[in-house]
């Protein structure tokens, strides 16, 4: 096989049926190739493990890859593992049994799979004669009538006579360019359905290829179990090529990793980019043929991707679910898994084993439900709706984290463009707030916020400076360190600038220097606190120039220490009075009595020095020196070597 054909694109076919009508025999009559591989496969005559056959198929842009499932009933979860990433069917049934009970259950797990194509094979039509042929093919028609197989192609065939072989071949082809276009997130993802080594070049691992590229020195993630690889090599249809992408059977050769640390169940993927789980929200459809009801906490067996985990099956909304019903439902998983929302999975009995049900993740990492809750309902409703309602619960999920579209694109594994565009039409009706970003951030790295948190957190910041201003009655705003400190405890610090940002500009709150108020905020003291307050203030306000220490304040008023510190924090703040140095402090009156003074000074001789002003007012020259360089700090004056000027 050339390099060209190896990157065509594959349409993956897998078998379903009974066990003993043939599967295996009709790929060697298809190809050429013997699906079964192991000793005991051959052995015992049946299909223990996944078998993988290419089909050629000339002239034709896509590759036609048959996955050959086991059809005894105590390998179903084996098929469950194949038949996840297909992309259409081929039912095999025997024409000298019919429908038989394992048809049924691989009929109704490609149903519960969402599989959408499929073509039907009558095996061993060499052991029936044609009028049986003719009853069996109507029985076949009633069999599949109103499901994806309604109207499919029914082709009686045999591999030891080679009738009918060309007619199939045909109608694989036809199928094949029916195939529909698998979604691509661009994040590579890749079920292990299968785990081998190779003599001369170690571990590998098999599967589909469900989204995004794989390289060659690519790293990589084995998850849930966290473990980080390199790709050493890449095989496809037994092709050594540089890369694979969606949609193709692939093999992996890694790096450094022990056969005995993988399994069929994991999942390969960029690093970083699933998160493990103990618990699963889903939409689950039970079978009309399962024939009971089905009762909260029933201990089921999960199969979604190629793993099996036992879980606890939780309903939301009720207590129980009857056959052909469908419900919401959490899986609390005794292992964990990775998935994403609209992955399909199957629902099998624990004991004694039996498909049961099936259906779609809608949460791959959900919380905790409290059951029978209107909003939680509600929420999943969303998780099941179109792309614009998916999106948007999932920034309602985030609460005060911001997201950005790349982040929501992973967890739901849809393209970041498909998501791009559900955040422009969110943020036109209003409902996503973008977060201000610095100028040099790119626009694709912005982050958003639900119009409802972002509402709720500019409530819980009046909210914080409310409470502040209220232990604190002397003061009318509050340090914005301080603000942002415990601001922080709630969500981020983009966050927090964004919501200062915008309170301000609608003259909600007010930033000054490095304080934040709330705009049109009236003090309000207690009577006691007012008295004291009062009687502080007059003391400053009726010594003038030659005002007292702080700490003789204090003394004479005898005002506990914490007490005094609140009542002068509260008047520096408010201006009222003014500290032009550490040992003194003025009434704003005195200040501007003080500045009359020196600009008549200055108008009169240009400059004036310590020892001027001390002579001129005759008082103390810590009073001259504290009251020039606090004007040559607020700009009135400047310093001339021991001489100060107008500025």
């Known amino acids: ?53 290419f089909m050629e198929a000339p002239g034709q842009d896509r590759q036609i890859v048959f996955i050959d499932v086991p059809g005894h009933e105590k390998l179903i979860k084996t098929m469950v593992a194949g038949a996840s990433n297909i992309d259409a069917a081929l039912l095999v049934i025997a024409a000298d049994e019919g429908v038989s009970l394992q048809t049924r259950e691989h009929f109704d797990i490609l149903q519960l799979l969402g599989i959408q194509k499929g073509i039907i094979a009558l095996t061993k039509m060499d052991l029936v004669d044609e009028n049986r042929l003719k009853i069996l093919e109507s029985e076949v028609e009633n069999f599949v009538r109103d499901t994806f197989m309604d109207k499919a192609p029914i082709i009686p065939v045999s591999s030891v006579t080679g009738s009918g ?81 969606i949609g193709k059977r692939t093999a992996l050769n890694l790096l450094g990793v022990e056969k005995e640390k993988l399994r069929r169940g994991q999942c390969a993927g960029q690093p970083g980019s699933l998160t493990p789980t103990n618990r699963l929200d889903g939409k689950l459809h039970l079978l009309k043929s399962y024939g009971k009801e089905l009762k909260n906490r029933a201990r ?11 879980s606890r099956l939780v309903f939301l909304d009720r207590d129980k679910i009857m056959p052909g019903d469908a419900a919401s439902v959490q899986f609390v998983l005794e292992a964990p898994t990775v998935a994403l929302p609209k992955d399909r999975f199957v629902l099998r009995t624990f004991s004694p084993l039996m498909t049961i049900g099936g259906g779609y993740i809608l949460d791959s990492s959900p919380a905790k439900h409290k059951r029978l809750d209107v909003q939680t309902i509600k929420e999943l409703n969303k998780l099941d709706g179109e792309i614009q309602e998916v999106v948007e619960q999932m920034f309602l999920k985030g609460i005060f984290t911001p997201q950005g579209t790349a982040g929501i694109a992973l967890k739901t594994g849809e ?18 707030v973008r977060l201000s970003q610095e100028k040099t951030v790119p626009e694709k790295d912005e982050k958003y916020l639900h119009k409802e948190s972002y509402d709720d957190l500019e409530k819980k910041l009046i909210s914080i400076l409310k409470t502040f201003l209220e232990k604190n009655t002397h003061l009318i705003s509050m340090p914005y360190v301080e603000l942002r400190s415990v601001f922080l405890k709630i969500a981020g610090s983009m966050v927090f600038s964004s919501i200062v940002d915008d309170l301000s500009q609608r003259n909600i709150i007010y930033r000054k220097d490095s304080k934040v108020g709330l705009v049109g905020y009236k003090l309000e003291m207690k009577p006691r606190e007012q008295k004291i307050a009062d009687a502080v203030e007059k003391l400053f306000k009726d010594a003038g120039l030659n005002a007292p220490l702080e700490e003789d304040v204090r003394k004479e008023l005898g005002i506990v220490p914490g007490e005094f510190k609140k009542i002068m924090d509260g008047f520096i703040e408010r201006g009222i009075l003014v500290r032009l140095s550490d040992k003194v ?63």
Do not use: C, W
């Not at 990157?7 to 699906?35: C, M, P, Q, V, Y």
């Not at 496969?41 to 049946?46: F, H, L, V």
């Open 1 to 53: 096989m050339s390099e060209a054909q190896s990157e065509r694109k594959h349409s993956i076919i897998g078998t379903a049926g009974h066990i003993d009508h043939g599967k295996t025999h009709l790929f060697n009559a298809l190809t050429g190739i013997e699906a079964d591989s192991l000793a005991a496969e051959k052995r015992r005559g049946i299909t223990i493990e996944l078998g993988f056959v």
């Open 300 to 310: 089921v067996r999960l199969h979604t991707g190629t793993a099996e985990i036992i």
């Open 415 to 432: 393209r970041e463009q498909v998501v791009t565009d559900a955040v422009e039409r969110l943020l036109k009706e209003s409902k996503l």
């Open 585 to 647: 402090t003025y009434h704003m009156e005195t200040v501007n009595t003080a500045k009359e003074i020196v600009t008549t000074e200055l108008k009169e001789k240009n400059a004036i020095t310590i020892a001027d002003l001390r002579d001129k007012l005759q008082f103390s020259r810590k009073y001259a020196q504290a009251i020039l360089e606090y004007f040559d700090t607020v700009g009135l004056t400047k310093r001339d070597k021991d001489k100060h000027v107008m500025k």
């Open 165 to 245: 072989i060309k007619e199939l071949k045909r109608a694989l082809v036809e199928v094949s360019k029916d195939v529909l276009e698998r979604s691509d997130s661009g994040i590579f993802r890749m079920p292990v359905d299968r785990v081998f080594t190779m003599r001369g070049f170690g571990t590998v691992i098999a599967g589909t290829v469900l989204s995004g590229e794989v390289k060659i020195g690519d790293k990589i993630e084995i998850f849930p179990d966290g473990i980080e690889t390199k790709v050493r090599g890449i095989h496809v249809h037994h092709q050594k090529t540089e890369s694979s992408s």
